[in-house]
Structures are given as C-alpha cells and as structure tokens.
C-alpha cells in the first residue's frame, strides 16, 4: 500500500532522511525507531505531505503522491496523529473530529460522516467528553485519544502515531496500547508506530524498521532488529540529538 523508494530530505546542509525505501500495508503494525535526531518525524512528514523529500518516490495505493497536497494524501488514506497534540481551540471533541472528517475523510463525499464519528468517540473512549472544549476540557491521556479519533475519523488505510505513548503513565500507558491493538484489528488499518520504549515496541508490533542519522539500518521481526549490533551500537553512540 504504502512504498517509498529512496526518500531523501534535506534541511540546509542537514540530510535528516537518507535514501530511505520502505513498505507498510494494512496489515502491518509496524515500529519506527531510532535515537533522537534519526529523522523518524521527518519521515512521516515526508509521507503525510509536510514536507518536500528532495529526491525519491512515495507512492500510496499504486498513486504517486510526493507531490499531493496533505489533504489529498490524507483523502487516500493515510492517516496520521502529531508528537504534541494540536486540538483545534475554541471547538468541542466532536467538532474536532467533524474538521478533520472536511480536511481528509477518505472518499470524501461532501457529507460528514455522523455513524463514523459516533463509533470513534465510543472506541477512543471520548464518547461522554464529545461536548468539551477540546483545548481546555481534556487530560493528557484524552488529548492523545483525541490525536488518534481524529485520524481515525478520516477513515485511513494507513496511520502513522508518532509517539502517542509517550508521557502517560503506566496504567494509561497500557490501556491505550490495548486500544492500539484492537484499533488494528476492528478497522482494518494499517499501523506505523514511532515511538521510543523497545518494550512497548516489542509487545505492539511485528515488524520494526530502524532509523539512523535518516539511513534506514534494520527492517524485520522485533526479535532479529534489536540483537542486530548496528542496531544495539546506533542506541549507544547514535544520532543527531
Ligand atoms: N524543519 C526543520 N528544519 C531544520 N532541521 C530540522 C527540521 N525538522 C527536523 N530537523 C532536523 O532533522 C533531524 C531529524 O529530526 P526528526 O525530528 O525527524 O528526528 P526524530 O527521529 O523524529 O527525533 P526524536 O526522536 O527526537 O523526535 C534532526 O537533526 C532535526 O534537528
């Protein structure tokens, strides 16, 4: 579904992401890790449509789509949440939802889609909070449910989380990896996962690719990728950060 071939992404004299090919289908979940500064958020930048790789193909369901517009990569299906999480000010939970449903609903017909959005709210747990003020009524475990119930609103074939675990505790912690899990399995969306706890990785996913000063260094199983030395040698001397 999703291939990239030889994505690179300079800033300046920086190359954050260095000839980069890789796949990801639906029925992936797939980890993307890397020490600080690897280019893992710049990779989904590139792939999301934020910003402009200098060289290499991305092509999503057979489309070419590096030069698309963000939200005609995100009508395709590619669905993604941010590191921060940016509610949109002023509007309730599920007018969040309703904008991100105008900007990129797959197969977008013009109509907000009411049954998709009453089904999110419910799975993400945001059901009874759908009338708070986004920005100012949502604890940090919500907030990150609501990063993941807008891309999920959009109806995506594809979703990339960067970093949604991060900062919650270890009971929240759990329970929104539970919801990782199932959101997987109940709306057959493919996953691609940024995110730097090895466990969590390890338990989520079945496949990890590993990023390095932006070159890619490993692809496979959790198990083969983190006893790979120049995997276990990047951790330790690694990366721009
Ligand atoms: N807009 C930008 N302008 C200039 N440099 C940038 C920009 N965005 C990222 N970089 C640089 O590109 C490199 C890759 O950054 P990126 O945020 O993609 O890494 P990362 O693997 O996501 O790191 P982390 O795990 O810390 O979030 C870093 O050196 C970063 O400073």
Redesign the pocket.
């Known amino acids: 579904m999703l291939e990239l071939d030889n994505i690179t992404v300079r ?2 004299g ?1 190359t ?2 260095d000839n980069v090919s890789l796949r990801a289908g639906s029925d992936d979940v797939l980890g993307l890790v ?10 989904f ?1 590139a792939i999301s449509g934020l ?1 402009r790789p200098a060289g290499g193909a991305i092509r999503f369901g057979g489309t070419n789509v590096v030069r698309a517009p963000m939200f005609r990569r995100a009508r395709l299906g590619i669905g993604r949440t941010f ?1 921060i999480p940016q509610p949109l000010h002023g509007l309730t939970v599920r007018e969040n939802l309703v904008v991100a449903q105008r900007f990129g609903a797959a197969g977008w017909t013009g109509t907000v889609d009411e049954r998709r959005i009453a089904e999110v709210l419910e799975f993400t747990g945001l059901a009874d909070k759908a009338e708070r003020d986004a920005a100012t009524g949502l604890a940090l475990t919500e907030l990150k449910a609501l990063e993941v119930a807008k891309a999920l609103a959009t109806n995506p074939r594809l979703l990339l989380l960067d ?1 949604v675990l991060a900062g919650l505790e270890t009971a929240a912690k759990r329970r929104f990896m539970e919801m990782l899990k199932d959101l997987h399995a109940r709306f057959g969306v493919g996953i691609v996962i ?1 995110e ?1 706890d090895i466990e969590t990785i390890a338990t989520l996913c079945r496949r990890v690719a590993v ?1 390095n000063f ?1 070159r890619l260094i490993a692809d496979g199983t959790p198990d083969a990728v983190f006893r790979d030395p120049e995997v276990m040698r990047s951790y330790v001397g690694g990366g ?2």
């Open positions: 800033f300046g920086l954050a992401v890397g020490p600080n500064g690897a280019g893992k958020t710049t990779l930048n910003v590191q970093e940024i730097h990023l932006g721009h950060g």
